[in-house]
């Protein structure tokens, strides 16, 4: 999938570190996939990944792809920079989508693409990969179609 042009968060903005954990989201991210973790032992879907699933507290876990289509289920639209990095970048819109084959699991991200498509909830979108660094290619989402 494309890269997004926007936002156009500056050289400096904080880049998410990898670790061994979520080490499989961030490879398959370079690879242009969106993947989910999954507890093996109950099925429930989480992200942001985490070591025990809430619900039965196992460890095992595996990853699945998800299509990276989903829907808003909120948004806000930031006009105040929160960091220095994040000046020439507002406004920006920062969405947190229900995707259609995870559960119900959310992912956050920022809403890209054309901007005469306003965000607003239910609005139907689609994961692109913007690679902010060799290593790290952040999900962000633009309108589906």
């Not at 990944?49 to 289920?73: I, K, M, N, T, Y």
Request: charged share 20%.
């Amino acid at each position: 999938m494309s890269a997004p042009t926007s936002p156009g968060f500056g050289a400096t903005m904080p880049v998410p570190k990898v670790e061994p954990l979520t080490e499989p989201f961030w490879a398959a991210a370079r690879e242009g996939r969106l993947v989910i973790q999954r507890c093996a032992d109950c099925g429930t879907f989480r992200h942001l990944p985490h070591a025990l699933c809430a619900r039965c507290q196992s460890a095992a876990h595996d990853w699945v792809e998800s299509s990276g289509r989903g829907r808003v289920f909120t948004y806000t639209v930031v006009t105040h920079p929160v960091h220095a990095a994040a000046v020439d970048a507002v406004p920006y819109t920062v969405v947190v989508v229900e995707l259609d084959d995870c559960g119900g699991v959310m992912v956050p991200g920022n809403l890209v693409g054309d901007p005469a498509v306003a965000a607003r909830v239910d609005l139907p979108v689609e994961v692109v990969f913007d690679p902010v660094t060799d290593e790290v290619w952040v999900p962000r989402f633009r309108a589906a179609g």
